[in-house]
């Protein structure tokens, strides 16, 4: 059945004009759908498709004349699902001039949107597994806004998908597979203005649109279009291509020669699993271009600050990086973005052969680290590595979470079973996610290993001053806690933090930093000209400073101590704000810097 569709479609597209070369031809493969396979070798090979072919915005009008251009893509979705399921409905000859290419689009195309609940289970812990929700609740909304604004169907027709999507939160995901998606996957006559046509219809788009301003430059240029017959060709991210369009033909060149039984491909672009799963329903074996994001959520005002006064951190937009054609926002932007723009979080990608990836990721979280110092300082940097390494492990422990023997025991098995290629794009997806993250942090532990090195003379640790302070733990510290009724190994320090603390404490109650340590007196007391007015109140109070501050006391039984609450609360801070401490070994250490 697949070949006779694809024949006719071939047949009927030369016969409305397009030219293909001589010696290629498309066949159906169970793995990679329709391909063009070459029969013998070519040099430069091209197809051409009159625009009489195309199907784009200029097509809306012909069947609903009300539309608006603000909404182009939003109405050429309906218009592609009228073609497809509106039978009569169908106003013009559109869906009888294109039947013979709406015959040969797939019922569905496999991304994670139209998995089962069991495949799904293949995803957790990933990106993608977490966006399935919200992303189908986003083309929901959009279905549900346009069909409530827009006469475009009698409301009866779509009054039960309208409820399911006032209900959309309360759904488990086995009841929004069963109403949104099984339609599309078991063969039901769709009606052409229902949620589930719209779904196949975003889909569509999504898997096989090109951007329409390729061959109309006036139009936004996040419009779309669809090119019957260029579109059957597969991706492969080494082929060199060219499109255009000259005298109302669109061409596609393939800019090399090609040998015979080859696939003549199409470039999608440098394209990640994460986008080629999601939009095409398909995945790349040691894909170079697998990204992972990662998105920070910020307050409106934090990013305000960021965009007003510090022009060199980055804030990319989605527009900075490749994605879907009709997921990108419009060209239109202004030069500095708004702040609104980025209300759902800022996202960042990481990508194995970008070495500078990680950069305005690391900028960003020594800026979230900054306390009262400058974000570029040391210790800002250094927390920043530590904050950033701390968010990449817990994302490679949740895309490591999943084992695939186990599935997802929650869901009946004898109502879903877990198709084998899913199966497989999911486990090739998850590889990809956790080589990228592993080489994330290869890459910041490389960069710690050099700044401890280059900046050695700026950092102290608790080994150093056990090295060169030998009056403070020989002396100092065990004469602050004499006492007649306890030993000195009663009182115990739960990590280098807290050792950092005490030395700071009793080093300035003595006055006794020696030389190479007057830098920690001198930053310490620079900290206290804005830190001594501050009240110290008990709502304030961290448990662990609380908690510090009663071993001090009980620890001694002199009654002349100095060392005040206030002073307390205080070097805990400072501690907190020129220091960071690593988490490359069980016993984490806690490191000063000198700015």
Same mark, same amino acid.
């Given at each position: 059945m697949e070949e006779q569709s694809i024949q006719r479609l071939i047949a009927w597209?030369? #016969?409305?004009?397009?030219?293909?070369?001589?010696?290629?031809?498309f066949e159906y493969s169970d793995r990679k759908g329709i391909r063009c396979v070459c029969e013998k070798s070519l040099s430069s090979p091209y197809l051409t498709i009159p625009d009489d072919l195309i199907i784009s915005g200029k097509l809306i009008p012909l069947e609903f004349p009300e539309a608006d251009h603000k909404r182009g893509n939003t109405w050429l979705k309906f218009l592609l699902a009228k073609m497809k399921f509106g039978g009569e409905e169908c106003n013009s000859d559109l869906s009888e001039k294109f039947r013979p290419y709406l015959d040969c689009l797939p019922k569905i195309v496999d991304c994670p949107l139209v998995w089962n609940p069991r495949e799904l289970s293949h995803l957790a812990g990933t990106n993608l597994g977490s966006s399935v929700r919200p992303k189908l609740k986003d083309i929901l909304t959009e279905w549900y806004r346009f069909v409530k604004e827009n006469e475009v169907t009698?409301?009866?027709?779509?009054?039960?998908?309208? !409820?399911?999507?006032?209900?959309?939160?309360?759904? !488990?995901?086995?009841?929004? #597979?069963?109403?949104?998606?099984?339609p599309l996957s078991n063969g039901s006559t769709l009606q052409w203005s229902s949620a589930s046509a719209f779904l196949w219809s975003h889909l569509i788009l999504l898997s096989r649109a090109f951007p329409h301003y390729i061959i109309d430059q006036n139009v936004d240029q996040a419009s779309l279009m669809l090119l019957p017959i260029i579109d059957l060709l597969n991706h492969d991210y080494h082929s060199k291509v060219e499109w255009g369009f000259n005298e109302g033909q669109f061409s596609f060149k393939k800019l090399d020669s090609i040998e015979e039984d080859a696939e003549l491909c199409n470039n999608y672009g440098c394209k990640g699993n994460e986008e080629l799963l999601s939009g095409y329903g398909f995945v790349l074996e040691e894909n170079p271009f697998d990204f992972v994001a990662l998105k920070i959520k910020l307050p409106l005002e934090t990013i305000t600050t960021? *965009?007003?006064?510090?022009?060199? *951190?980055?804030?990319?937009?989605?527009?900075?990086?490749?994605?879907?054609?009709?997921?990108?926002?419009?060209?239109?932007?202004?030069?500095?973005?708004?702040? !609104?723009? #980025?209300?759902?979080?800022i996202v960042y990608f990481i990508n194995k052969l970008n070495a500078s990836c990680l950069d305005p990721l690391l900028n960003m979280f020594a800026y979230l680290c900054r306390g009262n110092s400058e974000w570029h300082s040391l210790a800002s940097k250094f927390n920043g590595l530590q904050n950033l390494r701390n968010a990449l492990e817990s994302k490679l422990a949740a895309a490591k979470s999943f084992? !695939?023997?186990?599935?997802?025991?929650?869901i009946d098995s004898s109502k879903y079973e877990v198709n084998s290629y899913r199966r497989h794009c999911a486990r090739i997806y998850r590889d990809g996610q956790l080589s990228v993250l592993k080489d994330g942090l290869k890459k910041l532990k490389?960069?710690?290993?050099?700044?401890?090195?280059?900046?050695?003379?700026?950092?102290? &640790?608790?080994?150093?001053?056990?090295?060169?302070?030998?009056?403070? #733990?020989?002396?100092?510290?065990?004469?602050?806690?004499?006492?007649?009724d306890r030993k000195q190994d009663d009182v115990v320090f739960e990590n280098n933090f807290e050792l950092l603390v005490i030395w700071i404490l009793i080093k300035i109650e003595n006055n006794s930093f020696i030389e190479k340590h007057d830098w920690v007196s001198e930053q310490y007391r620079n @900290?206290?000209?804005?830190?001594?007015?501050?009240?110290? &109140?008990?709502?304030?109070?961290?448990?662990?400073?609380?908690? @510090?501050?009663?071993?001090?006391?009980?620890? +001694? +039984?002199?009654?002349?101590? &100095?060392? +005040? *609450?206030?002073?307390?609360?205080?070097?805990?801070?400072?501690?907190?704000?020129n220091s960071f401490t690593r988490i490359s070994s069980s016993n984490p250490d806690t490191i000063m810097v000198r700015n």
């Open positions: 597209g030369k #016969f409305q004009g397009a030219a293909l070369p001589e010696g290629v031809s009698e409301e009866a027709a779509v009054s039960s998908d309208c !409820s399911f999507y006032k209900d959309y939160g309360q759904l !488990s995901d086995e009841s929004i #597979f069963r109403w949104l998606v099984e960021i *965009l007003k006064e510090e022009p060199t *951190l980055k804030i990319p937009t989605l527009d900075d990086y490749t994605n879907f054609a009709f997921e990108k926002q419009s060209q239109n932007l202004p030069n500095k973005p708004e702040a !609104s723009v #980025f209300e759902d979080g084992s !695939s023997q186990r599935d997802d025991c929650s490389a960069m710690e290993k050099t700044w401890l090195t280059e900046y050695k003379d700026r950092l102290l &640790t608790v080994k150093k001053i056990t090295k060169y302070d030998k009056g403070f #733990f020989g002396e100092e510290l065990p004469a602050y806690f004499e006492s007649i @900290f206290l000209i804005d830190a001594k007015n501050e009240d110290i &109140t008990s709502d304030r109070m961290d448990p662990s400073i609380e908690s @510090f501050r009663r071993r001090m006391i009980n620890g +001694t +039984t002199q009654t002349d101590r &100095t060392i +005040t *609450l206030k002073k307390i609360v205080h070097t805990f801070d400072f501690v907190q704000k």
